[in-house]
């Protein structure tokens, strides 16, 4: 069974909205906070979004008012609400959960945001 299964990424027009979302396998135990990575090509990957397990959440200052990050902790499941999506948001996707004992990469989705 794969660890993550990410989901909802493709291409979009600027100004346009996606959904990413990311299941955790039921094996994965003791998740304490789940969040979305992504990377550029050239460029490092960097944290977009994260959210404890009591619903605390960050983003990055670029995408703050436009993402919103939110989970369903019955279901480890987390999810991406992208709004207003700009070209500078293309990247692959990465979903990324910290447990107690190890932490998991997704598999990446790609986001394009082109006209």
């Known amino acids: 069974q794969v660890p993550l299964v990410e989901s909802g990424g493709g291409l979009v027009q600027p100004g346009g909205s996606l959904r990413l979302s990311c299941a955790a396998s039921?094996?994965?135990?003791?998740?304490?906070?789940m969040g979305w990575y992504r990377q550029a090509p050239g460029k490092q990957r960097d944290l977009v979004a994260a959210?404890?397990?009591?619903?605390?959440?960050t983003y990055v200052d670029s995408v703050k008012g436009r993402f919103t990050i939110s989970r369903d902790n019955a279901k480890n499941t987390v999810y991406l609400q992208m709004n207003s999506l700009k070209p500078e948001d293309t990247a692959v996707y990465y979903c990324?959960?910290?447990?107690?004992?190890?932490?998991?990469w997704g598999q990446g989705t790609q986001v394009t945001v082109s006209s």
């Open positions: 959210i404890t397990s009591g619903g605390r959440t």
């Open positions: 990324y959960v910290v447990a107690f004992n190890q932490d998991y």
């Open positions: 039921g094996s994965i135990y003791s998740i304490s906070s």
